[in-house]
T-cell receptor, first 114, second 110 residues
Framework: DTEVTQTPKHLVMGMTNKKSLKCEQH?????MYWYKQKAKKPPELMFV???????INESVPSRFSPECPNSSLLNLHLHALQPEDSALYLC?????????????FGPGTRLTVL | GEDVEQSLFLSVREGDSSVINCTYT??????LYWYKQEPGAGLQLLTY?????DMKQDQRLTVLLNKKDKHLSLRIADTQTGDSAIYFC??????????FGTGTSLTVIP
């Protein structure tokens, strides 16, 4: 299994809603990542988990809350988002952070905040 | 973050070669990558090159690295309509951080 899966594929939410994005991989990777991507722009790193511990938080607002319940799962909890948070949210994983290993990306969740 | 620049658009005829260019600023880059993103999809790794290599060939893809000029290119031979996508270069730099380029939108004209 060489896939990173993300659910849901699309999400529409209001500014007062609470929702979660989910990411799963079964490749035995120990590093997992959340990226935000606006249309026609490169992905911007949000969070990095290494061995289930948060190792990088790129100054992301607290309305985004990551969680890594185990080595295969990564969640992104959303609360009180703003319309400018609408974007494609990409999850990625790699064997670990310390070697060359490339990042494998999921298909993304397209989020629209009304 | 580091500056990784690409030209925004490239248009080629089917069957021709495409060359997508990328410049970066961090001389401590260890690995450089090319990713392809089709509309509405995630990023697909195409190929990568270690910073002590000058060239890597993988079927229709040729990667050239000029470390002195911090210039990376991706050549796609015999470009097909299915190659139309956005191409991102990325570098793995100090602290094992990934930095993506600005992306090049490739359009293949039948």
């Amino acid at each position: 299994d060489t896939e990173v899966t993300q659910t849901p594929k699309h999400l529409v939410m209001g500014m007062t809603n609470k929702k979660s994005l989910k990411c799963e991989q079964h490749m035995g990777h120990r590093a997992m990542y959340w990226y935000k991507q606006k249309a026609k722009k490169p992905p911007e790193l949000m969070f990095v988990y290494s061995y289930e511990k948060l190792s990088i938080n790129e100054s992301v607002p607290s309305r985004f809350s990551p969680e890594c319940p185990n080595s295969s799962l990564l969640n992104l909890h959303l609360h009180a988002l703003q319309p400018e948070d609408s974007a494609l949210y990409l999850c990625a994983s790699s064997l670990d952070r310390e070697t060359y290993n490339e990042q494998f990306f999921g298909p993304g969740t397209r989020l629209t905040v009304l | 973050g580091e500056d990784v620049e690409q030209s925004l658009f490239l248009s080629v005829r089917e069957g021709d070669s495409s060359v997508i260019n990328c410049t970066y600023t961090d001389s401590s880059s260890t690995y450089l990558y090319w990713y392809k993103q089709e509309p509405g999809a995630g990023l697909q790794l195409l190929t990568y090159i270690f910073s002590n290599m000058d060239m890597k060939q993988d079927q229709r893809l040729t990667v050239l690295l000029n470390k002195k000029d911090k210039h990376l290119s991706l050549r796609i031979a015999d470009t097909q309509t299915g190659d139309s996508a956005i191409y991102f270069c990325a570098e793995k730099a100090w602290g094992n951080q990934f930095y993506f380029g600005t992306g090049t939108s490739l359009t293949v004209i039948p």
